[in-house]
């Protein structure tokens, strides 16, 4: 087996790595991370080298709430910030 078999999905599909994980900035009361997510190169994707773009939508430029809009080859991925609670749930 080659460099990175066995090492779980997109292992060895590019330079740089196939796995990596984000941590949380934020901390609890006792210092640990409160999420982690693991992430992953997909087969094919190119190592990031294909067509790619982000948008980043922020309050400060005029948006209503922030939001971000990612497109790598042929997926792509949306998020949006909460709008205010209402009054009820405060």
């Known amino acids: 087996p080659g ?9 060895g599909v590019g330079p740089g790595p196939a796995e990596w ?12 991370h409160y999420y982690m997510e693991r992430w992953a190169r997909l087969p094919g994707d190119g190592a990031g080298a294909g067509p790619s773009a982000a948008l980043y939508a922020h309050p400060a430029l005029g948006a209503a709430r922030p939001a971000i809009v990612v497109r790598c080859g042929g997926h792509f991925a949306y998020a949006r910030g909460r709008g205010p609670l209402p009054a009820e749930v405060r």
Do not use: C, L, V
């Open 21 to 32: 994980k984000e941590w949380s900035f934020a901390r609890d009361d006792y210092g640990q």
């Open 3 to 11: 460099p990175g078999a066995g090492a779980g999905p997109g292992a």
